[in-house]
């Protein structure tokens, strides 16, 4: 087997860092496989991803010591343009990346610039268009694309110019389930049938892992390789399936859904004696007697919302107890960040009624707004301004009107160890998202409001989330969380809302409505199923309770 | 509405010529149709004329405009034209020296010193001054509007593909400028709607201002992705082009670009000699293009699905050059309106026939393709 990609001895240095990011990394990518890279954010993953096609050292700066070659050609001597032709990058937004304004432009533009006769470019996107299902989109703007759409375009816009080694940084971590199998299908068509050689950098481990020929785990500026069952069992983190398997002690160690689930038939058996878990009702909620009852309770009836003449919500009616965990769930596009913008009372109802607490969201303002509602908006970013950590902390403080130190504390207890020196722009996304938090936090909300909060974390991240997200309830916070993220829904939510077209189309307790539907239950539940399982939690608690 | 529309494929789809495809316009095709219109309404301050050629260009932006992020911007140029014609019947009434008999009403006037004598400041207004002032922005009006009804007919990145291919990386740069503004303004309005989720409730002005500091950063950090997205895909890529060759042929255009402009200055200056007019200008524009197509010639890129310019084009084309050549030609004491004495606007038939040609690309040019999903998949709602 011919390699792809050679690593010899590589290490990178970024200037200014103390010590480099990639260090004395050695190895070898056959080609025609689909590589799957691993690690904590920060670790070095995104650098080793950029060194494929040469933007680091050319465009990043630094310093790269070693040999980096692709498919023959060493990256000391190409630059990323002169790589174009065998390596296809697709970023992490994609929409940043998007040069031309129309789907089918956007597909020619790379083949454009490499001189690719004009039939020739005919013929590819039209092969293209097919591949990835554009074919309906040929004509649309870049921007009325959804998610999944543009993940397919970019994808597709990197595959016109027939490159050898397609790289991913994180494809599916802003996918809905349905648009995340749609790009992985495509993704497996391309290794299967043209022998494409695929790395690919992804959080959401329970989602691609099965796929993976090889995975790279990249942690502290090192690199180990393995198979992924070999990778797997001696993780600190993986996914819901190998850590059931891991409590079952199953071995080979599965790593799809259907491995697992043919060897969980004797679990199924012995769990079916087992009395189900226990329903997460909020009764473990202090009681408040002395205050308001409508306070932490949400009440919306009949509410539109939408942007000019796009109707985005049409008669939705929801109801939130205090205390609860709700799930807001559904496609990219459906509706979810309008309802909980409309919630916070970033924009007004365009008919139908919304109580946060008893009051209009609308009406409230400054203090009264931050002790009612709290929002999370999917960019946390947007929330900071301040320069320094420290000061975005201090200004939490005061306009939350909480003593000294309340923001800072919270943001120690979410993610430890952040230097409060730091610019909020250079921090991880969950060390953003933990400032964000602990900013919205500082006021003591009664209704918090999440959009989207494990987008880009990594499991270490999302389980210190997860610890957080119980003690908050059972503070008596209610909380409301749009998410894709199946597996933190099964973990945290008490209810979940499906949202469809504007309208939502299913609402119930957590177990009824996540295992009614394939797309949206956890993998627990898919193995477990018709047990009433969730999350491998549980099912730890009741084995150990029957000894 | 009589008007051939996009989702419309109706009669107007055939003209005669048996069943026409839907295919965007070549976009120089519109700018030649919109810069006729812009020349045509300098030359006039006739109400009725301008307010012909806004009626066409509306209308025209009516049938064909596409479905893009561009498209608003006629209406942006209405807007603007609209505060145009306010500021400059505004200057006119304060500063202009009053015109004509019929005095409307009197404005304080403020006395200046003595170093600024000549300038009036408030005083007398006369009907004709306002008048004179709001046609002259009309104007202006309409020329803006011209440029706007381009733009939003073809977006600037489709006009970006007939540039020559020397000037590719020049075009892109441009390009990617112009849509940095939009998107930096969408996350203005994102992050100073947060500003309130941290319970700040100052004014709008001062919570942009507040918010700039992060807006900025975003929009620096979206565009070096963007320019590392170019580099992984190929922009910049050097044919086989020696560094001589390169640098002769960089010469070449900017000579002939520097030949243009002195032939442009000799057109212009009565005083100049009289060979850098016209013979300047030729041999200016003749060593630019050589160069152009020397190093166009030289570039590895090649173009998907070039526009093609067919008989639509030329027609309109033509028919903004046939509008811009009628105006220049026509006697311009017919063109602009007389408010000495104060008359009512006198229509010429031939230059208001032309404007009235111009509507023609309505109806004769393709219909857009339709950027809605097709039947295939849309068949069963």
Redesign the interface.
């Known amino acids: 087997m011919t390699s792809a990609v050679r690593f010899e001895d590589v290490s990178v240095t970024y200037d200014g860092a103390d010590r480099p990011t990639l260090h004395r990394v050695t190895l070898d990518i056959p080609e025609g496989e689909l590589v799957l890279v691993v690690g904590e954010t920060g670790s070095g993953k995104s650098t080793l991803l950029r060194c494929l096609?040469g933007?680091v050292p050319?465009?990043t700066g630094g310093t790269l010591s070693g040999r980096v070659t692709v498919a023959g050609r060493d990256t000391r001597t190409h630059?990323?343009?002169?790589l174009?032709?065998i390596?296809?990058?697709v970023?992490q937004?994609p929409l940043?990346?998007?040069?031309?304004?129309?789907v089918?432009?956007e597909l020619?533009?790379?083949?454009?610039?490499?001189?690719?006769?004009?039939d020739t470019?005919?013929r590819r996107?039209e092969e293209t268009l097919d591949l990835l299902g554009l074919?309906?989109?040929r004509?649309?703007?870049l921007?009325?694309l959804s998610g999944g759409q543009r993940q397919r375009v970019a994808i597709g816009?990197?595959l016109t110019?027939h490159p050898r080694i397609l790289v991913l940084d994180e494809p599916t971590s802003a996918l809905d389930p349905g648009a995340a199998e749609e790009v992985l299908a495509a993704l497996q068509r391309l290794v299967h049938d043209l022998g494409i050689t695929v790395v690919m950098a992804e959080h959401r481990l329970e989602r691609v892992v099965q796929y993976a020929d090889q995975v790279l785990v990249v942690s502290g500026g090192q690199v180990t390789t393995g198979t992924p069952a070999a990778m797997m069992a001696g993780a600190p983190v993986a996914p819901p399936v190998v850590e059931l398997g891991r409590l079952a002690g199953w071995d080979p160690l599965p790593l799809s859904v259907r491995d697992a689930r043919r060897a969980a038939g004797p679990l199924r058996a012995q769990l079916r004696a087992l009395p189900p878990p226990a329903d997460p009702t909020p009764a473990a909620v202090e009681p408040r007697t002395t205050e308001d009852p409508e306070s932490g309770r949400i009440r919306v009836r009949r509410l539109r919302a939408g942007y000019r003449s796009v109707p985005v919500l049409r008669e939705v009616d929801l109801e939130v107890e205090r205390g609860e965990v709700l799930a807001l769930m559904g496609r990219n596009g459906a509706g979810k960040s309008t309802l909980l913008?409309v919630m916070?009372?970033?924009?007004p109802a365009d008919a139908g009624t919304v109580r946060m607490g008893g009051a209009d969201p609308v009406t409230l303002?400054?203090?009264a707004?931050?002790s009612t509602v709290?929002?999370v908006?999917q960019?946390p970013?947007?929330?900071?301004?301040a320069?320094t950590v420290g000061r975005e902390c201090g200004?939490?403080d005061a306009?939350?009107r909480a003593a000294v130190g309340t923001t800072a504390g919270i943001l120690s207890a979410l993610a430890p160890g952040i230097d409060a020196s730091r610019h909020p722009?250079d921090l991880s996304e969950g060390q953003r998202l933990a400032l964000a938090l602990a900013?919205?936090l500082a006021?003591s909300p009664t209704i918090l409001l999440l959009d989207e909060p494990t987008r880009g974390l990594d499991y270490g991240a999302k389980r210190r989330l997860i610890a957080f997200l119980r003690t908050v309830r059972r503070a008596g916070h209610t909380v409301v969380l749009a998410t894709h993220d199946v597996e933190l829904v099964a973990e945290v939510a008490s209810r979940v809302a499906v949202i469809a077209d504007g309208e939502i189309v299913a609402d119930g307790a957590t177990g009824t409505v996540v295992r009614s539907s394939p797309l949206f239950a956890p993998q627990v539940a898919k193995i477990l199923t018709p047990g009433p399982w969730l999350t491998v939690g549980e099912v730890a608690d009741a084995l150990q309770e029957s000894g | 509405m009589a008007l051939p529309t996009t989702t419309r494929p109706g009669p107007t789809a055939t003209v005669g010529l048996g069943v026409r495809l839907p295919r965007s316009l070549h976009p120089l095709a519109w700018w030649a149709w919109a810069l006729g219109l812009l020349v045509a309404a300098s030359r006039t301050t006739n109400p009725v004329l301008l307010g012909m050629i806004l009626g066409v260009l509306a209308l025209v932006v009516a049938a064909r405009r596409p479905e893009a992020a561009w498209a608003g911007a006629f209406s942006a140029a209405l807007r603007l034209g609209l505060v145009v014609i306010i500021a400059r019947t505004l200057m006119q009434v304060v500063l202009g020296d009053p015109i004509g008999l019929h005095v409307a009403f009197t404005l304080p006037q403020v006395a200046l010193p003595e170093f600024m004598a000549g300038v009036r400041l408030g005083g007398l207004v006369t009907w004709e001054s306002v008048l004179v002032g709001a046609t002259e922005g009309l104007r202006l009006a309409t020329m803006l509007v011209c440029v706007g009804a381009a733009n939003s007919l073809t977006p600037p990145s489709r006009l970006l593909r007939s540039v020559p291919a020397a000037l590719y990386e020049i075009g892109v740069a441009v390009v990617v400028a112009l849509t940095f503004a939009p998107h930096l303004l969408a996350d203005a309005r994102r992050v100073s709607a947060a500003r309130r989720l941290r319970g700040h409730d100052e004014g709008r002005i001062s919570a942009f201002a507040r918010s700039s500091g992060p807006v900025l950063d975003g929009g620096l950090e979206r565009s070096i992705q963007l320019a590392a997205a170019m580099d992984s895909r190929g922009y910049g890529r050097a044919g086989q082009v020696s560094d001589h060759e390169r640098r002769t042929q960089a010469g070449l255009v900017l000579a002939g670009f520097v030949g243009v402009l002195l032939g442009l200055y000799g057109l212009f200056d009565s005083a100049a000699p009289r060979l850098l007019g016209w013979p300047m200008l030729a041999l200016g524009a003749i060593v630019a293009v050589a160069g152009l197509r020397a190093a166009g010639r030289r570039s590895p890129r090649t173009a998907y699905r070039p526009d093609r310019w067919q008989w639509p084009e030329w027609l309109t084309a033509l028919v903004g050059a046939l509008t811009a050549i009628t105006f220049i030609l026509w006697p311009s004491s017919a063109l602009l309106l007389s408010t000495t004495p104060l008359a009512w606007p006198e229509l010429s038939v031939v230059p208001a026939l032309t404007v009235l040609m111009a509507l023609g690309p309505a109806f004769w040019t393709p219909p857009l393709p339709s950027s809605a999903i097709p039947s295939t998949s849309g068949g069963t709602r």
């Open positions: 096609n933007l050319h465009f630059p990323p343009r002169e174009a032709d390596v296809g990058l970023g937004d940043a990346g998007f040069v031309a304004e129309i089918e432009d020619a533009y790379g083949m454009e610039c490499l001189g690719i006769a004009p470019m005919r996107v074919a309906d989109l004509n649309r703007p921007t009325a816009a990197a110019s913008s916070a009372g970033m924009r303002k400054g203090h707004l931050l709290g929002l908006p960019e970013a947007d929330l900071l301004y320069t200004d939490a306009s939350a722009r900013v919205v006021a």
